[in-house]
Structures are given as structure tokens and as C-alpha cells.
């Protein structure tokens, strides 16, 4: 795969050429391979093929050291997210751990600790010869958790062979020079962000392996960025005043809803050239578009892919008519065959050869894909179905308010809105209820406000809705009242 290949194929056609940039500093192909080498003969000392292999290591260099030496050596790797990890190590219960820090608890028996002096020994001293044994492509290579957005994440596991496809499969959705040297912002822990940089070298361009700053990205001639809607907002907020879109950057974007507004002010600020996709870690990419579609419809998530089939059902599994609000299924070449050790979760999500991802949504006669919002996440705001996220974005307009995120709970018997709000000043709650029942279809959309310190996020900057729903459990639980003024939870 990748890891065997990959970089290995473009160090022989041109070794010298850029496979890494970090900041101010470049590494070739040929260095790289060296490096990957160095790192895979020593874990190989300590590690036997087949090993379950965590790595929880924040310097991105590093980590992508330590996730392709471990491919090369025939490890399992997973990378972790450092905010969730005493949770996903008890998820993936892995044979070993590979972090920059000291941890606690049973799985500290099992630690290697990667500091920056081992990293510098290691490259500096270690055997730079390939591994005697390769991996073959039906061999497992890698496992990836999901979101976790609606409680314990599940375990997908993925072959050598399978990493190829999704690597090689998605290539040709990006605009052209997008690899060339790309800048991917997504979590390494997500399928996205662990296939885009090994696209990026199958295809012989650069990593860009640095914080997304503007300055950096011109400096750095960075041709394409992969980040999420919520990744998106960050960077377009740091953009100098007057920004015009780079010539040679495009932008591809995913993973949840996008308001009108994002969309016009990346497309007019930072890259003309803009996609949005839509898939999953389980099926693939499934619907790519123009990020303009946005324009007319944000629910809009791209067009359904050739060769792949999406239709929205209702409760009986029955196809609807299309421009019908249904759950979403999906059927695709890449799908997997279903999560790892975890049959209540297959029955659920893996149905008569369909994958069921949670969403709720139509597709058209045209092929376009509308996402409402998840199965267990759409509110019912008097007696209209919408996306949180369509509250969130007014929500996101009121002065004071930083960031929100947007639940519903049954409390007695009833269905009620919450929306958790982070706020940097003083915030009329009643204005902003106000606005909100302004600008919905509905016309009604009661919210009991809770102030809290943060919103809990996963690493694709989706809102941990069920995280917000066991605190708001938690007060109203203890007789507090919720209305009007804001709470703190």
C-alpha cells in the first residue's frame, strides 16, 4: 500500500523532490524514505506484524513518521484524539502506545514514550535499510474510529489493500494542481485526513505540514486545502482585511452543514475554485459539487457520485419519492463490510447489503443530495424537521455569542430545544430567541439557553451533541430553573 510504496515509488523516479514541508523546512522524498526506515527498524525491535498500535503524538511530522514506519513494519495503527484518548484507548484496547506523553491508568504498562531527543537519536543513528518483510495488501493495516458524534466511537478496520482503493479512488474529485502541495486540516484520527497527505505523495506532491496561518500559505505556495466547514470559519476569520482569492488555491470542504454566508466569503476572500463532498469513513465519497451549490440550498451536500446509490427511506426501509425527506442509505464499491467488534452496531448501520450513516435528507431527480442533520440529532420545531445546525448559524449572529451548539431532550414526556452557548459579553437571550423565530420556516423554535466554557467538539469540528445532552440531563435533574436567563452548566 501507500505506506509500502508510495513514498518509496517517488524517491526512486525523483528523490530530491519536496515530500514534506514543515514551516521553513523541506524534506525530500529520499530524506523521507530514509527517515520512515530509521523509525520502522527500530518499533520493529518491540513490535511484532499484526500489532495493535495506538499513537497519540501531536508534532504532525512525527506521527506521520510513526504511522508509516508502523505500515511498513505490518503493525495495526489508530491514531487517537489527545481530548478523548482514556475513552478511545478503551475502545481500541491496543497492544502498545506510542506518545509524547506519560500516561496513566492500565494502559501506561504498554507506553512508548516518542520525545523529541528520541526522534532526533533515531534519525540520527538509526538503520535506514527497508524491512526485510513487507505487509501484503490483505493484511490489516489500519483501524479508524467514527465521530462518535451520538455517544462510544465504533471501530473500522481497513486492509492494506482497502487504504489503496480509498487513496486511489477519490483522487481524480479534487481540482487539478489541489496535491500538488496541500495543506489538509482535518484530524489525522479521520479517514479524510489519513488518506489526503498519502494521495498527496502517491501523486508526487508536498505534504504541507503547518498551522494554518495566511502568511504561511502564500509564503508557502500551498495549492489546496482540506479542512471541515468549522476548520473553514477559523481561517477565513484570520484572513487580512481586503483578502482576494489566491490563483492557484482550491479548497475542498466536508463533513457537516455549511451556511450561505462561509461559502461566499471563502469563495470571494480565499479561492475561487471551491468543493464540498459528502461520504463517510464506512462508504467513501459519495456526493461531490461545486461549493457554490451552497448558494441556492446550504442542505445541499454535492451530486451523487456515478456508480454510487443513495436514496432516502422511510421508517419501513421503503424508497421515496425523490426530493422526499428520509433516511439516508448508501451502496457503494468502498463500502466496508461493517465495524469491528461490534455486532449491535452492524445490525443498525449495515442493512441488506446498504450502510445506513444516520443522516436524514433527500435526493433529487437530478442527483443532488440534501443532509438535513443526523437521525438523532433533527429537532422538531413546531412541527417542522430541521437541522440544529440551521439554528446554530442565526444563534452565531447574536453580539456576545462565541459559539453554540444546539440539542433537543425529552424532559417529562416532552421534546425541548436547548442551545449551549459560549458568550465573550453580555447577551440579550430574549433578542436572540426572538431572532430565531424570525427567521425560521416554522416560525416557533422555544430554546432554553445554557451558558457553558466550551462547546464539545470531535477533531472534524462537529458538535458532540449527546456530550451537551447529559449535562443539560444533569440540571435539569437537579431542579434548577431554565428559563429566561441563561444557566450555567
Not at 482550491?250 to 461559502?263: D, N, P
Request: hydrophobic letters at 45%; aromatic letters at 6%; proline letters at 7%.
Amino acid at each position: 500500500m501507500i505506506f509500502v510504496d508510495g513514498v518509496a515509488h517517488h524517491a526512486i523516479r525523483n528523490p530530491q523532490a519536496m515530500a514534506v514541508c514543515i514551516h521553513n523546512a523541506d524534506v525530500s522524498y529520499e530524506a523521507f524514505d530514509r527517515n520512515i526506515n530509521q523509525v520502522a527498524n527500530l518499533l520493529a525491535a518491540r513490535l511484532n506484524p499484526g500489532a495493535r498500535v495506538a499513537v497519540m503524538v501531536d508534532n504532525q511530522f512525527t506521527h506521520w513518521l510513526l504511522l508509516l514506519a508502523l505500515g511498513r513494519l505490518g503493525a495495526i495503527s489508530v491514531s487517537l484524539d489527545p481530548a478523548k484518548y482514556e475513552m478511545l484507548l478503551e475502545v481500541v484496547r491496543p497492544d502498545a502506545v506510542l506518545t509524547d506523553r506519560a500516561l496513566t491508568g492500565p494502559y501506561s504498562a504498554v507506553e512508548m514514550l516518542v520525545t523529541p531527543a528520541w526522534l532526533k537519536e533515531t534519525l540520527a543513528s538509526g538503520n535506514p535499510q527497508p524491512l526485510a518483510r513487507l505487509p501484503r495488501l490483505d493484511e490489516p493495516a489500519r483501524i479508524i474510529t467514527s465521530s462518535g458524534t451520538t455517544g462510544r466511537p465504533k471501530k473500522i478496520l481497513f486492509t492494506h489493500g482497502d487504504v489503496i482503493r480509498r487513496i486511489k479512488g477519490a483522487y481524480g474529485l479534487y481540482p487539478p494542481g489541489h496535491n500538488d502541495r496541500l495543506l489538509s486540516l482535518m484530524g489525522v484520527d479521520t479517514l479524510g485526513g489519513f488518506t489526503a497527505f498519502p494521495r498527496t505523495w502517491w501523486l508526487g506532491g508536498t505534504a504541507c505540514l503547518f498551522s494554518p496561518i495566511p502568511a504561511l500559505i502564500i509564503a508557502r505556495n500551498v495549492t489546496g486545502i482540506l479542512a471541515s466547514p468549522r476548520q473553514m470559519q477559523t481561517l477565513v476569520k484570520r484572513l487580512p482585511a481586503g483578502s482576494r482569492p489566491l490563483p492557484n488555491l482550491s479548497v475542498t470542504t466536508g463533513g457537516h452543514r455549511m451556511s450561505r454566508e462561509l461559502s461566499l466569503l471563502i469563495r470571494l476572500r480565499l479561492a475561487s475554485t471551491a468543493i464540498v463532498m459528502y461520504g463517510s469513513t464506512e462508504a467513501g465519497a459519495v456526493a461531490a459539487g461545486p461549493l457554490s451549490l451552497l448558494d441556492r440550498d446550504p442542505d445541499v451536500t454535492g451530486i451523487v457520485l456515478p456508480g454510487h446509490e443513495v436514496e432516502a427511506v422511510d421508517q419501513a426501509g421503503r424508497p421515496v419519492a425523490p426530493g422526499v425527506v428520509g433516511e439516508i442509505r448508501v451502496r457503494t464499491q468502498e463500502m466496508c463490510a461493517g465495524y469491528l467488534e461490534d455486532d449491535a452496531a452492524n445490525a443498525r448501520h449495515f442493512r441488506d447489503g446498504w450502510f445506513y450513516p444516520g443522516d436524514v435528507g433527500s435526493v433529487s431527480a437530478l442527483g443532488e443530495l440534501r443532509i438535513l442533520g443526523r437521525v438523532d440529532d433533527v429537532l422538531n420545531a413546531g412541527g417542522v424537521k430541521i437541522a440544529p445546525e440551521v439554528i446554530e448559524e442565526i444563534l452565531m449572529t447574536v453580539p456576545g455569542i462565541d459559539d453554540v451548539g444546539v440539542f433537543s431532550m425529552t424532559d417529562a414526556g416532552t421534546a425541548n430545544l436547548w442551545a449551549a452557548v459560549v458568550a465573550s459579553g453580555p447577551v440579550d437571550f430574549a433578542a436572540a430567541q426572538a431572532l430565531v423565530n424570525r427567521r425560521m420556516a416554522s416560525g416557533n423554535a422555544p430554546l432554553r439557553f445554557v451558558s457553558v466554557p466550551s462547546i464539545p467538539r470531535n477533531s472534524m469540528g462537529k458538535v458532540q451533541r449527546f456530550e451537551l445532552r447529559a449535562q443539560a440531563a444533569a440540571l435539569s435533574s437537579s431542579g434548577r430553573p431554565t428559563a429566561p436567563a441563561a444557566l450555567q452548566l
